[in-house]
């Protein structure tokens, strides 16, 4: 029998030694090369005829070096069973096998070393720090209410022709005046054929897309088959690419106003609330519009604050616990993966997408991970945190508004077309069940320590007292990690 030992050099990094004696390898590979010689079909030998000594010298050093390796597994997973170790990643040898003279006939002693981490544990978790942790709840304020009627009132204009830009929201339909230029810059046409009479390209602007009051007067009061010269200093940051073809960098472009519009925006009334709600919503005035959308937001958003508040928590655990990590281990994952990136990149030509040199940064945001497993493993313990069917049906309700509301559709309306499919669809993908019941069980954990006063009571918000709270940790954290990226792996 193998024997394999077992050298713990920190909490969280070990050596396996496995050490073969000659007895403990030939003779199982003599009885494998015996059974390979009565399969074998070798020309010139009939089934289960070919001599001992053609075997011996066609499969005897592989058959020795296969058994020797089966062996080696063998030890290192009885070895890992037996200690009930949580490997992290994947064991590393440091010695390389010496097979040389390796046959049936060796008296070799055979030595291989091996390095690997172990998943960090925590027996006790430190929580007296997370009273400063709160979850939030955003209620809309009315402003940011009202806000969102009108953008969801803007998605069911009409538009209105007119006959001259009389406000800063009439838009114009340009072309380039000049129509060979146009067709220059835009479809670069072939030398030798002629380019179109009509420009292909359509330009949309509003007095309000344009920087300042001087420029703004370029547009106000033209009417339709007038001219406008616009440079690209003239526009707002956010719609200069939609002319950066049309206008050159330090030069002018004349355009032709073909079209005059204006957006009409719809009544509210039933008709508009049902196009906004569905047609099964009970909404009926202004204000139980706003209602509904804070309620909306306050539902759809939950999740998301709670990912914030777990951030926070991981953060505060991971400042006021000591805890162990495989360092070791998790540089070489990191190096392997951006190996395999590489490779795979290589593979279907393409740029790797870690191709920077590695830091601490890559350590410290892989370390975070696994102090939180950790801790998270120790928090739900003591805590007899549980999934049952609800948190499942509402983790699937929540996953469902989720997607259909960030691709801009109404989970109400769609409910009855597309929620069967999405349940269906969610409950077959094992990696999707995965992440769901992760998330989960961390809402269920917070609410936990909420109700066990670990926690810091929950904290209501406006929606943009909440943008800039994470506007500030984000830029908090980025500070924090560009020191990190200072210091080279």
Known sequence: MSNAKLDRTSPTEINITVTLQPE???????????KLARTAQIKGFRPGKVPASYMKKLYGERTVIETVSKQVDQAINDLIKEEKLEIFGQLQPINEPDFEGINLDSDKTLEFKYTGGLMPTAEDVDVKGLKKISRFEVQLSDEEAAQKLDDARKRFVDYTERDNIETEEDFATLVITDAELDAKMLAEVPEGEEAPKESRQRYFLRPNDLRTKTAQKKLLKKKKG????????????????RFDKAIEADGEATFTITKVDRESMPELNEETYKKIFGEETTVSTEQEAKDEFSRRFAENSQSNLDDFALELLIDKLVETNEIDVPLSAIKHRLEQARQEEAEAAKKEEREPEYAHELTEADRFGLARRLKWMAFRQNL????????????????IEANYIKQLSGMGID?????????????KNLLENREQVMEMTDSLINAKLLLKL????????????SEKEFSDIIEAYNKDASSKLDKLREQKL
């Open 226 to 241: 007038d001219q406008v010269t616009l440079s690209l200093k003239d526009l707002n940051d956010d719609i200069k690419e």
């Open 24 to 34: 403990q390898y030939i003779k199982p590979a003599k009885a494998e090369l015996n």
């Open 411 to 423: 989970p109400e309306q769609y409910r009855a077309q597309f929620f069967d499919m999405f349940k």
């Open 450 to 461: 909420e109700s066990e006063d670990v926690l810091g009571k929950k904290k209501v918000v």
């Open 380 to 395: 739900i313990k003591a805590n007899e945190v549980e999934l049952d069917r609800e948190d499942i049906d509402a983790g």
